[in-house]
């Protein structure tokens, strides 16, 4: 948000000396020219404290847009609290793929599985879908007791997702978040890292 404007209404001019120099026994004070609408540099008042924007404290939903019949894909990245590393294993992976089968009112494209996080693309299936997040709460709180955890310890609250646009390329899209393990360096090749997969082939 800008900072408000303040009007300069009311104030004494400034870079004006008077036309009639005053007269003195040593100094003479001299004459200034007019300022001809150049505005100075005023510096700012130390004593006002300055407008800082608030952080998010967490991120904004949009619902999926629809436009010529154009199939959503949905990027969703989400976290483990705490970034606790209990994903990435065999059985985390079949708990997490499972879960998702059984939350069938989004179909999961392409999914990469982390120590710590997920990265995703989904699609709704059908026109009666339900939102977003109603559809992440649902599953992972599937996963949640599967693995025998405590409501509310396995996960961070909200997670992130981010709609395709036209002319964005689910492939391009894919290759990046493929790369992921290999940025980390756990494994040499992204075709290595066991904990990903395809469920659904998603129209684009």
């Known amino acids: 948000m800008s900072a408000p404007f303040h009007s300069s209404e009311g104030h004494p001019s400034e870079g004006h000396a008077s036309a009639c120099p005053q007269s003195g026994a040593e100094d003479v004070q001299k004459r200034v020219p007019p300022d001809h609408g150049v505005q100075k540099h005023v510096p700012p008042d130390q004593s006002v404290q300055k407008h800082v924007l608030p952080e ?34 065999a059985s985390g992976h079949d708990t997490i793929v499972t879960a998702w089968s059984v939350a069938s009112r989004s179909l999961v494209g392409r999914y990469m599985i982390m120590p710590d996080h997920i990265h995703l693309f989904c699609a709704p299936n059908g026109l ?26 396995l996960w961070q609250r909200h997670h992130w997702d981010r709609q395709l646009r036209s002319g964005e390329s689910y492939g391009d899209k894919w290759e990046y978040v493929q790369s992921n393990p290999v940025r980390h360096g756990y494994v040499a090749a992204a075709d290595n890292w066991p904990y990903q997969g395809e469920l659904n082939v998603l129209r684009w």
């Open 56 to 89: 998010r404290e967490h991120p904004i939903h949009l619902a999926p847009l629809e436009a010529h019949n154009r199939p959503i894909i949905i990027f969703v990245t989400t976290c483990t609290a705490k970034r606790r590393q209990n994903l990435a294993s």
């Open 128 to 153: 009666d879908a339900p939102s977003l997040e109603r559809w992440m709460r649902f599953w992972k709180s599937l996963v949640t007791r599967s693995m025998g955890e405590p409501s509310g310890v």
